[in-house]
């Protein structure tokens, strides 16, 4: 059977990056069975062959209305399915959809009738927002990484802003790669409207949201960097849980130093 990559070498270059970002996601034990999901918006490399493809798939519902993606196209991991599954074989354990005039419903197009990940309405729910506001960010990642999330089944860290400046102080490169930090979202329902919701609102001021006792949703231009918000951020956590490891708290860079980082990098916290 023809692929939609087939002939389009930049789609197939988008969709690779996605492959390797899903294997990452697996060897680092983030992704246990079928945890996690990436969603791409390939709009800009959709042509006018496959805005004719014909639905493979019912029209389906998303749950809310998004005026902003009428007619979008977004490559999806599929629903139930493995990383591990979508780095080898990412048009079989994933899919691409087009967003519908109604702006509330969408359908399958390409290659297989794979169902998007039940957490789509969050994904799309954020990248409504990013068209709205002119973001460049097409790429959006949700993972489960191991000591970001230990780290918020400890109240102490909850407060506003406390884990991003203690990640922050671990390694000058959290502070200059994540300026504008972590924001954690206490706990919601996964997959809710709720959920969704407050994502999109913490994204406007964070590079990365927590989700409290889940897991992390970073936004980027595309998915590897997106990646790379949350791997810099985990590094940071697990540089903090080796040296209490060690039976000492971990002094961190202090305010001053950090203070002299945003300045010299023109950063903007």
């Known amino acids: 059977m023809k692929s939609i990559l087939d002939g389009r070498p930049a789609l197939e270059e988008e969709i690779n990056k996605v492959a390797e970002v899903a294997g990452y996601l697996w060897q680092k034990g983030w ?20 805005k004719q493809m014909p639905a ?5 519902q998303i749950g809310v209305t998004l005026p902003h993606l009428k007619g979008t196209y977004f490559f999806c991991k599929g629903t139930n399915r493995r990383m591990r599954d979508l780095a080898r074989r990412p048009m079989e354990n994933g899919s691409v959809i087009r967003i519908l005039d109604d702006c509330a419903s969408y359908v399958i197009i390409a290659d297989n009738a794979v169902n998007p990940t039940s957490e789509l309405p969050s994904h799309l729910m954020v990248h409504n927002h990013l068209i709205e506001k002119g973001s460049t960010y097409r790429a959006s990642l949700h993972t489960h990484p191991i000591e970001l999330v230990a780290m918020t089944h400890i109240r102490k860290f909850l407060g506003k802003d406390v884990l991003s400046k203690l990640l922050w102080s671990m390694i000058p490169e959290t502070k200059a790669f ?3 930090g972590l924001g954690i979202i206490p706990y919601q329902l996964p997959s809710s409207v709720e959920l969704a919701e407050e994502t999109v609102r913490q994204l406007d001021d964070y590079d990365v949201a927590m989700w409290e006792k889940h897991g992390v949703f970073a ?29 000492e708290e971990p002094e961190g860079m202090s305010d001053e130093q950090m203070a002299e980082m945003s300045k010299a990098f023109n950063l903007p916290k």
């Open 56 to 60: 493979i798939s019912e029209v389906k």
């Open 219 to 247: 936004i980027d231009n595309d998915i590897m960097q997106a990646f790379d918000q949350v791997d810099v951020l985990n590094k940071s956590a697990q540089i903090y849980i080796a040296a209490k490891n060690m039976g």
């Open 31 to 50: 992704a246990e069975r079928n945890g996690g999901n990436i969603t791409v918006n390939i709009t800009e490399l959709v042509d006018d062959e496959i």
């Open 178 to 180: 994540c300026p504008r």
